[in-house]
């Protein structure tokens, strides 16, 4: 038996290579590949390795003990994660073609109002993270396509940005705030980093302009929980919150559903629809509307740490 479950381990950390292998070649976002490969991982652990030949019933019992202790969201990534490695690295049929259905939900973000999201920008003390929350509001980014922004996606003469890499392989532009782009400048200038708009931190502003890497993904939800804290928000606030908040504001304001969708490069229109009870349904175009929006925050510069 222990030359067996040996044998089993050296064959699934080889199809778990491969699996990996195949995942990066159908070009899947990181987090998906981190996601999918954990899956293996985890399926691994539960089966000894033996994940193969594996029965409608074995599959039962691992989902089952799965939502026992993760999210839904947990068990359809490894639903789909090894999916994956049945038709990519095993080369077989899947099992449980309809094996679970996560109970759909309709639940809504905490949306934050225009008042909160200027205390939250005007208590945040670190510069690099007071500049990056804005950015992410005014632009309307994810956490990921902020942190990879570059100073050659910034169009200043264009008013626009370029979003590259974004969810679904997909690029889009933008609309640029006067009032981000004077920002982003400012910011720019103490730290003339020759590509990254956001260099991180460990060496703090000196080492700022020689750092290839952007801010710390943890660092910013970590910075951003704290200065929600501090401001007394008693709201579930994280950085997609300042995404869901600036389409709302952008709805509010008067901006068309479908710029809206644009600018966020929601894939459906249905996505964008849960905005529409704000809307006041004028019809201005989108940068006008945004430069209005942006134009009332203020933000001191204060001293980076």
Request: charged fraction near 25%; charge should be positive; proline fraction near 4%.
């Amino acid at each position: 038996m222990e030359d067996m479950s040996a044998v089993a381990a050296t064959d699934f950390e080889k199809n778990d290579e491969l699996h990996l292998k195949h995942l990066k070649l159908k070009g899947l976002q990181p987090k998906t590949i981190e996601a999918y490969s954990r899956a293996i991982r985890r399926v691994g652990d539960y089966f000894d390795h033996q994940i193969g030949d594996l029965s409608e019933a074995d599959l039962v019992d691992y989902f089952t003990d799965l939502r026992e202790t993760h999210s839904w969201s947990s068990v359809k990534l490894d639903l789909y994660g090894l999916k994956f490695h049945y038709e990519h690295v095993l080369k077989k049929p899947w099992v449980a073609p309809s094996l679970i259905k996560p109970p759909r939900s309709q639940r809504l973000p905490d949306i934050v109002t225009v008042e909160e999201t200027e205390r939250i920008f005007l208590a945040t003390q670190v510069l690099s993270y007071r500049v990056f929350f804005f950015t992410l509001y005014s632009l309307g980014l994810r956490l990921g396509e902020g942190l990879r922004l570059t100073v050659g996606d910034i169009d200043g003469a264009c008013e626009r940005v370029h979003i590259r890499d974004a969810k679904g392989n997909k690029d889009r532009l933008v609309p640029l705030p006067t009032a981000t782009h004077q920002l982003l400048r400012r910011f720019w200038q103490r730290h003339r980093n020759p590509v990254l708009l956001f260099p991180n931190r460990h060496g703090g502003l000196a080492g700022a302009r020689a750092a290839r890497t952007p801010l710390d993904r943890g660092g910013v939800q970590k910075a951003l929980r704290a200065v929600v804290e501090s401001c007394g928000v008693k709201k579930h606030i994280s950085p997609h919150s300042l995404r869901h908040a600036y389409a709302t504001h952008l709805v509010e304001a008067g901006v068309e559903l479908t710029e809206v969708q644009d600018i966020l490069g929601h894939h459906s229109i249905l996505t964008t629809v849960r905005y529409t009870h704000l809307t006041d349904r004028s019809r201005h175009h989108a940068i006008d509307r945004i430069n209005a929006l942006m134009d009332r925050y203020r933000l001191a510069e204060g001293t980076p740490r």
